[in-house]
C-alpha cells in the first residue's frame, strides 16, 4: 500500500521556466513533509520541508505547497536549472514515529 | 566533516547466498537507518539502529538483519538472497532519534546485484 505517490515518473522543463513536482498522500497521521533532491551514485539531499500546521514553505528557488484537505503537496522550482536535473523524492513523517514514508520519485530534465 | 560513508559501493551476488553491508556514520551521530530503493518502490524504509538496539522496523522479512556497534557503525545482513533483493540500499545518520530529518545525512548507497 503506497500511502505516498508521486504519480509523475519523469518531467522535463525547459530552463528559465517553473517546475512543478506533485506528491499526494493517504495517511491523514503524516504531520511532516519533505522533499528530497537525488543525483545519480549519491544519496538523496534534504531540499525543503513543510509543517502540516503550515501550507507554504518557502527557501530561494524552491516553494513547498501543502493543501491537507485534498493531501497533496507540490514542489515549486523558478526558475529551473540545468542543476535541478535529478530525481526528487516526497516524504512524509507519521505523527508519533519517526519513519518517514518516501514516495517513488520523479525524475526531472531541465532542457537547456 | 567526513560524511556518511557505505562499503562495498557495489555487489554481485547470487541467489542463495548472503550479503552484509557496512555504513559509517558522520562523525558524533548516533542513530542509523537503512533503506532499500528499487524503480517502483521508491525508497522503503528497513531500519532504524540507536545505541546499539533496533528502534524501528520496516515490513521487510526476516532475512533482513542489521546491527549496530558501539562506535555507531551499522551493518545489514541479507541472507538467502532472492532476484528481488536486487536494489540500492541506503544508510542514512542522524545526531540522534527524533531528530529532524532535516539533520539526517545520506551516504552514497550500495548497489546490489542479485543474479
Known amino acids: 500500500d503506497q500511502q505516498v505517490k508521486q504519480n509523475s515518473p519523469s518531467l522535463s522543463v525547459q530552463e528559465g521556466r517553473i517546475s512543478i513536482l506533485n506528491c499526494d498522500y493517504t495517511n491523514s497521521m503524516f504531520d511532516y513533509f519533505l522533499w528530497y533532491k537525488k543525483y545519480p551514485a549519491e544519496g538523496p539531499t534534504f531540499l525543503i520541508s513543510?509543517?502540516?500546521?503550515?501550507d507554504k514553505n518557502e527557501d530561494g528557488r524552491f516553494t513547498v505547497f501543502l493543501n491537507k484537505s485534498a493531501k497533496h503537496l507540490s514542489l515549486h522550482i523558478v526558475p529551473s536549472q540545468p542543476g535541478d536535473s535529478a530525481v526528487y523524492f516526497c516524504?512524509?513523517?507519521?505523527?508519533?514515529?519517526?519513519?518517514?514514508?518516501f514516495g517513488t520519485g520523479t525524475r526531472l530534465t531541465i532542457i537547456p | 566533516k567526513a560524511g556518511v560513508t557505505q562499503t562495498p559501493r557495489y555487489l554481485i551476488k547470487t541467489r542463495g547466498q548472503q550479503v552484509t553491508l557496512s555504513c559509517s556514520p558522520i562523525s558524533g551521530h548516533r542513530s542509523v537507518s537503512w533503506y532499500q530503493q528499487t524503480p517502483g518502490q521508491g525508497l522503503q524504509f528497513l531500519f532504524e539502529?540507536?545505541?546499539?538496539?533496533?528502534?524501528n522496523k520496516g515490513n521487510f522479512p526476516g532475512r533482513f538483519s542489521g546491527r549496530q556497534f558501539s562506535n555507531s557503525r551499522s551493518e545489514m545482513n541479507v541472507s538467502t538472497l532472492e532476484l528481488g533483493d536486487s536494489a540500492l540500499y541506503l544508510c542514512?545518520?542522524?545526531?540522534?532519534?527524533?531528530?529532524?530529518?532535516?539533520?539526517?545525512?545520506f551516504g552514497p548507497g550500495t548497489r546490489l546485484l542479485v543474479l
Open positions: 539502529y540507536f545505541s546499539e538496539t533496533q528502534r
Open positions: 513543510i509543517s502540516s500546521i503550515k
Open positions: 542514512a545518520s542522524s545526531p540522534q532519534p527524533g531528530s529532524l530529518q532535516e539533520t539526517q545525512y
Open positions: 516524504a512524509a513523517r507519521d505523527f508519533g514515529n519517526e519513519k518517514l514514508t
